[in-house]
Antibody
Framework: QVQLVESGGDLVRPGGSLRLSCAAS????????MSWIRQAPGKGLEWISY????????YYADSVKGRFTISRDNAKNSVYLQMDSVRPEDTAVYYC??????????WGQGTLVTVSA | ETVLTQSPGTLSLSPGERATLSCRAS???????LAWYQQKPGQSPRLLIY???RRATGIPDRFSGSGSGTDFTLTISRLEPEDFAVYYC??????????FGGGTKVEIK
């Protein structure tokens, strides 16, 4: 069964950096586009970044553009989110999600990022 | 950027009742690239409906989606106890700039 497992969430100080990982298994990772979506405590869902199946095309929400970088390694069945210059408003649970013929048909369990001094 | 507005914010209903959730887009959603997700406390979202009206794998037929253009609806024909949750609509498509609505909480009356 399809599995997406996020890791890397932690407490980080404002202005700091963090790298999130999402390990995929039980499906052909290299043919699926992937996204990162976040959810601030008690709030709704916010899509923040997308990467296509071969890693050549990326998109970002305005809220993270220039600060976050999405990448993937199809040999390792993983997608990453490099978070730089983090702000308190980046505090959230970060999910990775798979997109194929159907949108976001599988999600990971999420990893918590807390930005605080 | 397409803004999705969901209403009502909270829907208070009893098991067995019908739930009707609305999602309105600020501009037309291309090719009905509109999806609905269910999220229960402490869980990841689950895809319910895509393409405005297609049920995802394993989703019971009491869930149905309808609409086109800028107005979309998620209907739960008879609420089961496990259906009380938060529901989000989402637009997707060739732009790859996805947006979610603010969510509708369906709570037990």
């Amino acid at each position: 069964q399809v599995q997406l497992v996020e890791s890397g969430g932690d407490l980080v100080r404002p202005g700091g950096s963090l790298r999130l990982s999402c390990a995929a298994s039980e499906f052909i990772f290299s043919i699926y586009d992937m996204s990162w979506i976040r959810q601030a405590p008690g709030k709704g869902l916010e899509w923040i970044s997308y990467v296509n199946s071969d890693g050549t095309i990326t998109y970002y929400a305005d809220s993270v553009k220039g600060r976050f970088t999405i990448s993937r390694d199809n040999a390792k069945n993983s997608v990453y989110l490099q978070m730089d210059s983090v702000r308190p408003e980046d505090t959230a649970v970060y999910y990775c999600a798979r997109e194929g013929i159907r949108p976001f048909d599988h999600w990971g369990q999420g990893t918590l990022v807390t930005v605080s001094a | 950027e397409t803004v999705l507005t969901q209403s009502p914010g909270t829907l208070s209903l009893s098991p067995g009742e019908r739930a009707t959730l609305s999602c309105r887009a600020s501009q037309s959603v291309t090719s009905d690239y509109l999806a609905w997700y269910q999220q229960k406390p402490g869980q990841s979202p689950r895809l319910l409906i895509y393409g405005a009206s297609r049920r995802a794998t394993g989703i019971p037929d009491r869930f149905s989606g309808s609409g086109s253009g800028t107005d979309f609806t998620l209907t739960i024909s008879r609420l089961e106890p496990e259906d009380f949750a938060v529901y989000y609509c989402q637009q997707y498509g060739s732009s790859r700039k996805f947006t979610f609505g603010g969510g509708t909480k369906v709570e037990i009356k």
